[in-house]
Structure formats: C-alpha cells, structure tokens
C-alpha cells in the first residue's frame, strides 16, 4: 500500500529536507517504522528507548487526529499520514 507521509518542518532536516515521502505500509505504525528505515536519524525524535511512540509526538491521518490505539487501523492505497511535533514553552 502506498502512503504519502508528510513531515513537520521541525523534522524535515531528517529526511533530507523533504516535506512528503513515499513509503509503504498497511498502517499509520508500520508506514512511520518504514519512514525510519529510510531515515534512521529520525528515530530519536519519534521513540523512546523502549520503541514507545514519544507524547510529544502527534499523528494525523488524512486531516485527522489518530491517537495511540487508532495507529494500527487500516490505511487505504494513497491516504496521508503527518507526523507533527507538539512544542511546549513558557
């Protein structure tokens, strides 16, 4: 299944600077593992030490919100998937 994945501005510089990459994968969790796979370095700002998707990291599947339990849902052949980083300050 192709799924495009669009990127954060905060993580493009892992993914040689592109907005959208094309990858593979039947759901939201395994497209981001196959991003990975394309960009190792990406890694770090994704998961924990335990392989845990991180809590500042939110995912979007065609406009929408898909939180923890919904990443495993079925894609269809050309959906979106971003992939944004929730920034805190004060």
Same mark, same amino acid.
């Given at each position: 299944?192709?799924?495009?994945?669009?990127?954060?501005? +905060? @993580?493009?510089?892992?993914?040689?600077?592109?907005?959208?990459?094309?990858?593979?994968?039947?759901?939201?969790?395994?497209? *981001? =593992?196959?991003?990975?796979?394309?960009?190792?370095?990406?890694?770090?700002?994704?998961?924990?030490?335990?392989?845990? +998707? @991180?809590?500042?990291?939110?995912?979007?599947?065609?406009?929408?919100?898909?939180?923890?339990?919904?990443?495993?849902?079925? *894609? =269809?052949?050309?959906?979106?998937?971003?992939?944004?980083?929730?920034?805190?300050?004060?």
């Amino acid at each position: 299944m192709n799924v495009n994945v669009r990127v954060s501005s +905060l @993580l493009r510089k892992f993914t040689n600077w592109q907005e959208m990459v094309a990858v593979t994968g039947d759901t939201a969790i395994e497209c *981001l =593992r196959n991003l990975e796979a394309q960009f190792p370095s990406i890694r770090e700002w994704l998961y924990d030490q335990q392989g845990e +998707l @991180l809590s500042q990291v939110q995912i979007f599947v065609n406009g929408e919100r898909a939180y923890t339990h919904e990443l495993t849902n079925p *894609l =269809r052949d050309g959906d979106e998937v971003f992939i944004v980083l929730a920034i805190g300050g004060g």
